[in-house]
């Protein structure tokens, strides 16, 4: 393992990086690289790397540990524990940790220091953007919302209650050395990244540093198994897997083949990935051998050494689940590549929004005050940003405009999962309804019912 994580991490540009696994009842780990490029501290199994949107299933075991206590209600209203969201539409806490509560995509920032408690007081009445239940749009304030909700039951900080409650369980040390993340470029070494951009805000969402080890032990502890094995009765950790997104309209396009209450689904296995400021982690697990696989990396190209990992590993026999990163045309369905002149308009998901622009030559993507980046589109209306595919460069992200299906006008677009509506351009829609009306019936239960650059979010 060693040796294959050297030769992976060189050729993908990744100054260091971490592997475990949980396989037959025991854990092996692997360890490559430097901390820092150039620092000569080797990574040792102790190094903590950041983890980016993988802390959202450590805060979503938080919740269920609530809910198999008697504490919360994985299908009852959250607002009946929180008042900060009065004025905000009624969702469930599985709805907000499987990212269909219809919540904004990102987190407006308030000074440094304001608390969640005043931030959901503030900002609930603008957190929808889509119907409750209806369906998936990648999260950042559901997160925010669902350790807030650790915070009100327990009394303890998010961050003692996670340390406390899951990270000690683990073995987890709290004094790790933590390794920097870095842009990793095809013609010139390495640059770290001084410090993660995540505000202490969000840390329910993305703030964890860990190293691959307590990743894998997680996964572990959610199939019964390894030191967490007590931390979570089975029935509660199958209720967490079970796929939310089935018969939604819109499904997590690009990032998994399903989702769960914390968990994105991979066939039999489930997971999550994480993405940093120069940092990828990813996590799979699998109930059906009790095989558990965690990688973490601390380069910008993090993705690309995941994938070249897993295909050693198929070579060797371990097939670990993934959803396809670099191609399109995965849509429902066959359909045309989308028209440039339908698709170009103004859209918005909360605060964040972007550009589509039609030209001559096709579509341009621009977001914020960034420079317009060309897109590649294919059928089912998907596209992609362009890349070439080397061993030192990024992942392209994936996306797909969706067509209103009584009129066929392209109304929303779905980028890296974040689901935003048109709000300019031809055939622009009026904004549809946050609101669950009266009597509508909640989807079914299973009982019976990256960090990218700022201007894309993180998945």
Known sequence: MRELLTELALRHGVPGAQLAVWRDGALTTAEAGEQEAGSGRPVTAGTAFPLGSLTKPFTATLAAMLVADGDLDLDGPVAEHLGELRGAPEFTLR????????????????????????????????????????????????????GRLVEEITGLDWAEAVQAMLLRPLGHDAAAPVAPGHLVRPDAPPRPIAEQSVPPLEDPAAGLCLPAAGLALLGAAHLGLGPGAALLDAGTARAMRADVTAGLATGPFGLAEGWGAGWSRYGTWFGHDGTGDGAWSHLRADPETGTVVALTANGSTGARLWESLLGQLVDAGLDVGDHPRDA???????????????CAGHYANGDWSCRIEADGDGLLLAVGGAAPVRLLTGPGHSFRTPSDGGPRTALPYLGRFLPDPATGRIDRVQITGRLCVRRSGPGAPPAPPLRTPPGTPAPPGPAGGRCPPRSVPAS
């Open 328 to 342: 399109t045309g995965d849509g429902p369905g066959p359909a045309p590549a989308p028209d440039p002149e339908r």
């Open 95 to 146: 709805q907000a940790l499987g990212h269909t509560a219809g919540l904004a995509a990102n987190t407006a920032e308030l000074p440094p220091g304001t608390t969640r408690a005043r931030w959901l007081a503030r900002y609930a009445p603008e957190l929808g953007v889509h119907r409750p239940g209806t369906v998936f749009s990648y999260s950042n304030p559901g997160y925010l919302i669902a």
